[in-house]
């Protein structure tokens, strides 16, 4: 979070493409409409992809409550109350767009992984307007990580795609049967990433996908063909009980090596129309999005805004507002809050009128209450 925003948004974009298989792959194995549509959210802050916490309901009385490991709650209350936090209605003439749920249905899950591999990561992300995917849960598998930003080495990925149907597969893999499902496999290209696409039920299209990992053809099929409904649900064990008008949470990102190292991140956004020439107007079934503002909150065990800044009391606790004086950080704000037990809250966001009192107040009105994360590591 030292970084500027486009920068930040030229990393995530590097990242995914190091993660995902080439331009000509990603047609062959990703729904049909992915190939047409240019990812609107690409605020990566961290994470190569954004995901699950909506935006909730307003609190009686906002504070910033911290729930401990062991299920004490700590509850402070901030300097000045707060107002009913803002809905995530978009800005007049934007398209609207769904947050993403508190909760989200599983759905599936592989009951068989390579040995020495183990879940680490789940994003979800709610769906952009007109872009096709729909919401998207993804679950990662890898062989270790750590307490910050988890998205390097090794892993092998689940994604649920809802809201597609078998049409939308593209059919440029080899074909393969599936438990009974049409499927197709895209081998490795000297890169060490390969995926397996297919349909098991309505509306929904799986995709488990290998980066930076030599598996043979046989284990990433056992592995698919290993996947069976999951009726779980999965959540974050923290929430935005405020964010300023027109601001959404279009994903979040849980990770860590165990149940009691867990860091979960928020990609927030405030949406504006984009302008078209009349030629792509035409060529669009629906109005794009892009935003005019973004934000990321990150819970964790460590930070990455820097060092030093203005100390302040936020809900009570302490907090500090770093501030970058170099050219590309100018723009960013930033404010890390000291929650205690050597966890730490760290808001960065930037564009649409954001202030310093806006994160203040949003951290102010989150709550942290860890819980459901037994699948950390296993």
């Known amino acids: 979070?030292?970084?500027?925003?486009?920068?930040?948004?030229?990393?995530?974009?590097?990242?995914?493409?190091?993660?995902?298989?080439?331009?000509?792959?990603v047609r062959a194995a990703l729904p049909r409409r992915t190939a047409q549509v240019k990812k609107q959210r690409r605020y990566g802050l961290g994470g190569a992809i954004v995901a699950a916490a909506a935006v909730t309901a307003a609190i009686a009385v906002p504070s910033l409550a911290?729930?401990?490991?062991?299920?004490?709650?700590?509850?402070?209350?901030?300097?000045?109350?707060?107002?009913?936090p803002a809905t995530a209605s978009s800005s007049p003439g934007v398209p609207a767009q769904e947050p993403v749920a508190t909760e989200v249905d599983l759905g599936f899950k592989p009951t068989w992984v390579p040995?020495?591999?183990?879940?680490?990561?789940?994003?979800?992300?709610?769906?952009d307007p007109g872009n096709g995917f729909g919401p998207v849960l993804r679950r990662v598998w890898k062989k270790s990580v750590g307490i910050?930003?988890?998205?390097?080495?090794?892993?092998?990925?689940?994604?649920?795609?809802?809201?597609?149907?078998?049409?939308?597969?593209?059919?440029?893999?080899?074909?393969?049967?599936?438990?009974?499902?049409?499927?197709?496999?895209?081998?490795?290209?000297?890169?060490?990433?390969?995926?397996?696409?297919?349909?098991?039920?309505?509306?929904?299209?799986?995709?488990?996908?290998?980066?930076?990992?030599?598996?043979?053809?046989?284990?990433?099929?056992?592995?698919?063909?290993?996947?069976?409904?999951?009726?779980?649900?999965?959540?974050?064990?923290?929430?935005?009980?405020w964010l300023p008008d027109g601001w959404i949470t279009t994903g979040t990102t849980v990770s860590g090596p165990s149940p009691s190292q867990w860091r979960a991140e928020f990609s927030t956004v405030k949406n504006q129309v984009v302008t078209y020439s009349e030629k792509q107007r035409k060529e669009m079934k629906e109005g794009r999005?892009?935003?005019?503002?973004?934000?990321?909150?990150?819970?964790?065990?460590?930070?990455?805004?820097?060092?030093?800044?203005?100390?302040?009391?936020?809900?009570?606790?302490?907090?500090?507002?770093?501030?970058?004086?170099?050219e590309a950080g100018r723009g960013l704000l930033h404010l890390v809050v000291d929650l205690g037990g050597g966890r730490l809250l760290t808001l960065v966001g930037s564009g649409a009128g954001l202030t310093v009192d806006d994160l203040r107040r949003i951290a102010e009105q989150t709550l942290v209450e860890p819980a459901g994360l037994d699948w950390l590591g296993r």
């Open 115 to 127: 040995p020495g591999f183990a879940e680490h990561i789940r994003t979800a992300s709610a769906a």
């Open 148 to 241: 910050g930003d988890p998205w390097t080495g090794a892993e092998l990925s689940l994604s649920v795609f809802s809201g597609m149907t078998g049409a939308d597969v593209d059919r440029s893999g080899q074909p393969i049967d599936v438990s009974g499902a049409q499927g197709y496999y895209s081998p490795a290209q000297n890169d060490r990433k390969s995926s397996v696409i297919w349909h098991p039920a309505q509306n929904t299209v799986l995709m488990l996908s290998a980066s930076k990992l030599d598996i043979s053809k046989n284990d990433l099929l056992r592995m698919a063909r290993s996947v069976r409904p999951d009726t779980g649900v999965t959540g974050v064990p923290a929430r935005l009980n």
């Open 289 to 326: 999005v892009q935003p005019a503002g973004q934000l990321s909150v990150v819970v964790g065990l460590t930070t990455d805004a820097p060092p030093g800044g203005t100390e302040l009391t936020v809900g009570g606790r302490p907090a500090r507002i770093p501030v970058r004086s170099d």
């Open 66 to 84: 911290v729930r401990d490991d062991i299920g004490v709650a700590a509850t402070v209350q901030p300097a000045a109350p707060g107002t009913a």
């Open 1 to 25: 979070m030292t970084r500027d925003i486009e920068e930040l948004i030229r990393a995530a974009q590097e990242l995914r493409a190091d993660q995902a298989p080439p331009a000509e792959r």
